[in-house]
């Protein structure tokens, strides 16, 4: 699979009467409020020659982790999760890097079109500097995170950037030529949803191939398929659920998996990025 053609395995699984579909203009309202926190400071990083901006939040001096982006961009989603995590016990301090260089989805197509667009190496080498940074800025260790097409970035940047101590993704996978997940350098946690239908990237039979291909790498690893859940399942913010029920993901189960996962993760970060 090309990278240039690497989301339209979203636009072809996605429920057709939503692509394109653009916000209502009370989902515009509450996506804005949602993204109005004091909380997260904006900064700018340098890499190579090229200057980007970036969104921090968390305890000083605390261990990092670097927050990656789904499809939309960095929206409100993204910075909640970004938040939440900083919060988990005992403190970390997240950073979100700005892959699209300011630019948000705000339905299907637009998010497609910003996927397709971006430059995969030069995104490692945003997580990389971001991971950097962090470094630089009184964090002794630093793990990654990512959710959708940060799920794969996250395990992309497990095997590409050596400075990245521990990772944890959402529901994505990288394609092999920009990473394999049997080279990965540090212990990976993974976490898919068994009615994901996103073939080829983040579906169950994709989710047990990256399972098997963690085994082979010898390093620390979970994977957890959580049953009756479709795709992007950890996004439980009023806004979130509404986006994903306009996109056809409706899950088939009472039962709530964030939780389950929010602590799965917080267990494997706190394991891996203590001092």
Not at 86 to 115: C, F, N, W
Not at 144 to 154: F, N, P, S
Not at 193 to 219: C, Q, Y
Not at 250 to 275: G, K
Request: glycine share 8%.
């Amino acid at each position: 699979m090309a990278l240039l053609n690497y989301s339209r395995v979203f636009s072809k699984t996605l429920n057709s009467k939503a692509v394109g579909r653009t916000l209502t203009p009370s989902f515009a309202r509450l996506q804005i409020r949602s993204m109005a926190t004091s909380e997260i400071k904006k900064i700018q990083i340098q890499r190579d020659d090229t200057t980007f901006d970036a969104y921090v939040v968390g305890k000083e001096d605390a261990p990092g982790i670097v927050v990656l982006q789904e499809w939309w961009g960095v929206d409100f989603e993204i910075k909640n999760h970004a938040l939440k995590i900083s919060k988990l016990d005992p403190g970390y301090k997240t950073l979100i890097p700005d892959l699209y260089r300011g630019k948000v989805g705000l339905d299907a197509a637009e998010a497609q079109h910003l996927m397709d667009g971006l430059d995969w190496q030069g995104a490692v080498k945003d997580i990389q500097a971001s991971v950097n940074w962090l470094k630089a800025n009184g964090s002794q260790k630093v793990g990654v995170t990512g959710y959708c097409m940060g799920g794969a970035l996250a395990i992309a940047s497990s095997v590409l950037v050596p400075e990245v101590d521990a990772a944890v993704a959402f529901y994505g996978v990288p394609p092999n030529e920009l990473a394999d997940p049997t080279n990965i350098k540090v212990p990976v946690q993974a976490h898919f949803g068994e009615l994901d239908n996103i073939v080829g990237f983040s579906d169950v039979k994709t989710a047990k191939a990256l399972e098997e291909k963690l085994k082979a790498s010898g390093k620390p690893y979970e994977v957890y398929i959580y049953p009756g859940v479709t795709h992007a399942f950890m996004n439980t913010s009023p806004e979130g659920v509404e986006r994903r029920k306009n996109l056809g993901m409706i899950d088939q189960t009472e039962a709530d998996p964030a939780d389950v996962a929010w602590s799965r993760f917080q267990s494997w970060m706190n394991r891996y990025l203590s001092a």
